[in-house]
């Protein structure tokens, strides 16, 4: 399993950091902070590598019931998809297209879980997307040191390059990718109770201070909240919490100001920011949403959708019919108008029931101490998704999906491997029986 785990560390790599290094888009006329070292098609190398790695899981290892069950949900998944589309009168590349985005995580997913029930850590692994996560300090400062030779007529744009290695204009998405470290993080404070971690998560916020990602406040609020949740707190813990929130919450608001950024961030104003315009023309994150709802109403097609790839832009240069940047841009309002309520439904269940398991993980004794942090950083991450579905487009950024689809197939492999263990465990008296029995 050498390869599989070697893999994992390559393809982290690649998604996270891949975009940055290649040549950047000048959406809209406006310049980017991309490295320009390689062609910008070179991305297709993250996919091909992941399709390959599905190919390979499935001959090597199809009989594993949970992997043959997946990729049968998934075929028939994209058969009804198919049905849906062609209805519409929709190009056969948005199929593909929405394959692209909705299943690229697949593979690692799988894989994921394979070694988890294989009982196979994957510690390595973590540590080296800590390491990538960690990597977005240097690069945003160096950024921002930077953003003064880009010339734009937009000074709220010109911090919006400032985006890490995520590429292009992605500070939101880089902000999420740093809740994964940031959760880690937190959750070693609380349970080793060393400084150390706790600089480290106040460093971790300095990217997005940086560019100016004013959702990264509200990130910081669940992973407090989450933290109350997940621990039982004494009174040395309550204070701890307190600290911690004060010094995040103040100090994200306080920097954001002394850069010159707007006017002190408070709750009322990121009401405010949530529900305005996204952008000038654009619909806000919550408009949009109605918006999706009304289109289906309006098409009649709100039990299935318009199908996956119709409602999203596409690399095959073939835009799905009712792709609409300044409408239907955040993961939320695009996945509601491609998969209709059966797709929200689906959606539902699968966050509720991986949130089931992940804390139902928590409580046992059988699992260790690498993948209880496992466990629980994925919790936690599962809320930041939930958040990132109305923040920004994550569901169809590798950047995120990648480890956040690594940490669930560790977790389910965990759980279904416990869940194993656990039915071959004979009782003591059965073991009495059965002595008895092998005496006669």
């Known amino acids: 399993m050498k390869f599989f785990k070697n893999y994992i560390i390559l393809i982290l790599l690649l998604a996270i950091v891949m975009n940055w290094v290649v040549e950047g888009s000048d959406m809209m006329g406006k310049a980017d902070m991309n490295l320009g070292l390689l062609p910008k098609f070179s991305i297709i190398v993250i996919e091909g590598l992941q399709v390959a790695m599905l190919v390979l899981i499935i001959l090597i290892f199809k009989e594993v019931n949970f992997i043959t069950a997946t990729v049968i949900c998934v075929a028939l998944f994209c058969l009804l998809q198919y049905g849906v589309l062609k209805a519409l009168g929709a190009h056969t590349s948005i199929l593909i297209s929405g394959i692209r985005y909705y ?227 955040h993961s939320i309002d695009i996945f509601i108008t491609e998969t209709g309520l059966l797709g929200i439904t689906f959606l539902s269940f699968v966050l509720i029931k991986m949130i089931t398991i992940a804390h139902s993980l928590t409580k046992e004794d059988i699992i260790n101490e690498d993948e209880l942090i496992i466990v629980r950083v994925f919790l936690g991450s599962i809320f930041m998704f939930i958040f990132g579905l109305f923040w920004v487009d994550v569901l169809f950024r590798i950047q995120f999906m990648y480890p956040f689809g690594m940490l669930a197939g560790y977790v389910l492999g965990i759980y279904h491997r416990t869940k194993q263990e656990h039915k071959f465990i004979p009782s003591k008296a059965s073991l009495v029986k059965y002595q008895t029995s092998m005496i006669k």
């Open 103 to 329: 299943f690229s995580f697949l593979p690692l997913f799988l894989l994921s879980y394979l070694l988890a029930f294989k009982n196979i850590s994957i510690k390595r692994e973590f540590n080296w997307l800590l390491a990538l996560i960690l990597l977005q300090i240097p690069v945003s400062i160096y950024q921002y040191l930077n953003a003064s030779k880009i010339k734009l007529n937009s000074y709220q744009l010109l911090f919006d390059m400032i985006s890490g290695t995520m590429g292009g204009i992605a500070p939101n998405l880089m902000s999420l990718v740093i809740g994964l470290g940031l959760l880690y993080f937190l959750i070693k404070l609380f349970e080793k109770k060393e400084y150390k971690y706790l600089i480290i998560s106040l460093l971790l916020l300095s990217p997005s201070i940086l560019a100016e990602a004013k959702g990264m406040l509200l990130i910081i609020l669940i992973l407090l909240a989450y933290l109350a949740f997940i621990f039982k707190f004494n009174l040395q813990r309550i204070l701890v919490l307190g600290v911690v929130a004060i010094m995040m919450i103040a100090g994200f608001s306080y920097t954001y100001t002394l850069l010159g950024y707007g006017d002190t961030l408070s709750a009322s104003f990121l009401i405010d920011y949530a529900s305005s315009e996204s952008g000038k023309g654009r619909l806000s994150r919550v408009d949009s949403v109605i918006y999706s709802f009304s289109l289906l109403s309006d098409n009649n097609t709100l039990p299935l959708g318009m199908g996956i790839g119709n409602a999203n832009k596409s690399p095959l240069n073939h835009h799905g019919q009712f792709y609409d940047f300044f409408t239907i841009r």
